[in-house]
């Protein structure tokens, strides 16, 4: 925990935030300004700042995010229309919250083609 994160605040319930699924290793909340009818940032509840803050032993816990990714979407309906996960890195791709997440975006077709 980081006492000045606002996602280490929405894990520990400081801030409100609009909770789909938890476990003991992550948390998963609606993003407050959705680019997509289903937007929802997983987020592991330990802080780590960002990818480039990585350590081996987060290997098991960044596979983990993945399979809550993989629940959430089915449990939002989207897994067989489709979605995209994303996780943004400083600058140059636009990190705003330095506290690493999975962005989960999908419930429509979407518009701009990446990779
Ligand atoms: P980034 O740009 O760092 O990859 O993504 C940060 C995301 O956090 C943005 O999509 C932004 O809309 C979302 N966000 C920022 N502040 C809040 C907040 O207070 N609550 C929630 N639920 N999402 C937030
Ligand atoms: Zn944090």
């Known amino acids: ?4 994160c606002l996602f ?5 319930g400081d801030i409100p935030g609009t909770i789909v699924y938890r476990d003991e290793q992550v948390t ?3 993003d407050i300004n959705p ?8 987020v592991p509840n330990k802080h780590i700042e960002s990818v480039n803050m990585l350590i081996v032993d987060d290997e098991p816990l960044i596979g983990h995010l993945f399979i ?5 979407a089915a449990q939002e309906g989207i897994a ?5 996960l ?7 791709a636009g990190q705003t919250v330095f506290h690493i997440h999975l962005h989960l975006i999908g419930g429509a077709p979407l518009k701009l083609q990446m990779g």
Do not use: Q, W
């Not at 067989?80 to 995209?84: A, C, Q």
């Not at 994303?86 to 140059?92: I, S």
């Open 68 to 72: 809550a990714a993989k629940k959430i």
């Open 80 to 84: 067989e229309d489709g979605y995209r």
């Open 35 to 42: 680019a997509a009818p289903t937007h929802v940032l997983i």
């Open 1 to 4: 925990m980081s006492a000045d």
């Open 86 to 92: 994303v996780v943004n890195t400083n600058a140059n």
């Open 8 to 12: 280490c605040k929405i894990i520990k």
């Open 28 to 30: 998963a909340f609606r």
